[in-house]
């Protein structure tokens, strides 16, 4: 068996899926934003993982005690995807509707280890999902 591994966004690779040009699909999902379902594609939800928001070490927020209000960074800078993706899409979701403003979208990854990298620099906020973790092992 050979394995091509291709990083899309989860509808176009559905696509992909249904047309045969895959085999296989291993997508995300941010809730409350649903991917397409198709009826002739057998889906298996893998896991729930919460997003994370991922502030400088120094960022006057982060000395706070307790969570963290979205209003309170409605003048920060945010990292996050690409446009269209569901990482952008999850972003602007949130700000919008919970805090009441669009981000300041700054810097663009869809990389996670350079979005925290970002972050880690003080360049910019980020959500981040909680299984990620940008520090390498202790050796």
Do not use: K
Request: charge should be negative; proline fraction near 9%; hydrophobic fraction near 45%.
């Amino acid at each position: 068996m050979e394995v091509d591994v291709i990083q899309r966004e989860t509808a176009p690779a559905l696509e992909d899926l249904r047309s045969h040009a895959a085999d296989f699909v291993l997508g995300i999902e941010y809730d409350p934003l649903p991917v397409a379902r198709h009826r002739a594609v057998h889906r298996q939800d893998l896991m729930r993982e919460d997003m994370l928001l991922a502030l400088p070490r120094d960022h006057p927020a982060a000395s706070q005690p307790g969570p963290v209000r979205l209003a309170a960074l409605e003048e920060a800078t945010w990292a996050t995807g690409r446009p269209g993706t569901g990482l952008e899409a999850f972003l602007r979701n949130v700000c919008n509707r919970i805090a009441g403003y669009e981000p300041n979208i700054g810097h663009r990854s869809d990389d996670a280890i350079v979005l925290s990298a970002l972050v880690e620099a003080g360049r910019a906020v980020a959500l981040l999902p909680s299984m990620f973790n940008p520090q390498p092992p202790a050796s």
